[in-house]
């Protein structure tokens, strides 16, 4: 499945909720926001049907995201039901670790391959601050309990201002160094802006390369996380909104004022 552009489209994006356990000051606003309708959300068969679609035309590789995933009730059958789809030979996580102690083994059993852990400073009062008042413990708990039952391998994304040298950056370095773990450092990000730069140490950002597409909570099939379009798989159907998705694969982001970071997810 190529776009205009010759990007074979491997990888696809999902966001399973608009919800969140934190409330990051760069994300959501303190008093949270509206969100989406109970029945406006896509039941874990659309996806599952969905990716079925997607595995048929070349996507190998599946990352659920949010809002927070590990919040949606249920979520480890859904794992489940997308690591059975003939095609699919990986499927990963980004979650803010909270709740990952208890979720990592039946993550594991249900076949989800690895997580990237969000985590922006090893300073618990900071990670309070950033988050508005989340437990930094927990995430370590929640690191400690992915590598013992094989979610690797683990890989924190921790968002910076200007470089890996700033000070928070560095104590998230520090740590992973102790713990084996990668970091990759995404650039505080602006949608309506259009303000976006390559990820160190990964692959997002980088448009002449990019070869994923976005399946938000609602059913909407976005392109590119900076632009605007989506097609809707109950208006379209399965098959047209992927056609349409890719079709309209932009060459490179612009801006997006219709979207938010915790509906897209990243």
Known sequence: ?????????????????????????????EEGVESMRHEDILSFEEIAEF?????AQGITKVRLTGGEPLVR??????VHMLAQIDGIEEVAMT???????????????????????????????KYS??????????????????????????????????????????LVTEF????????????????????????KNGEGGNCRSCNRIRLM??????????NPKGFNVRQYGFEEALKLAVENKPKSGSKNQTGAFYKIGG
Do not use: W
């Not at 009730?73 to 859904?78: A, E, Q, S, T």
């Not at 083994?105 to 690895?114: D, F, T, V, Y």
């Not at 590598?147 to 560095?170: F, M, W, Y």
């Open 1 to 29: 499945m190529f776009d205009r552009y010759n990007r074979e489209i491997t990888y696809l994006r999902i966001s399973v909720t608009d919800r969140c356990n934190l409330r990051c000051r760069y994300c959501m606003p």
């Open 51 to 55: 990716v079925r679609r997607g595995a």
């Open 73 to 78: 009730k249920g979520i480890v059958g859904l």
């Open 95 to 125: 979650t803010n670790g909270i709740l990952l102690e208890k979720f990592a083994p039946k993550l594991k059993e249900a076949g989800l391959s690895r997580v990237n852990i969000s985590l922006d400073t090893t300073n618990p009062e």
């Open 129 to 170: 601050y950033i988050t508005r008042g989340g437990d930094i413990n927990a995430v370590f708990r929640g690191i400690e309990a992915a590598l013992k039952h094989g979610l690797t391998p683990v890989k924190i994304n921790c968002v910076i201002r200007n470089s890996e040298d700033e000070e928070d950056a560095q």
């Open 176 to 199: 992973a160094k102790t713990k084996g773990l990668k970091v990759q450092y995404i650039h505080q990000m602006d949608l309506e802006a259009g303000s976006f730069s390559k990820v």
């Open 217 to 226: 909570a609602n059913g909407c099939v976005k392109p590119c996380l900076f």
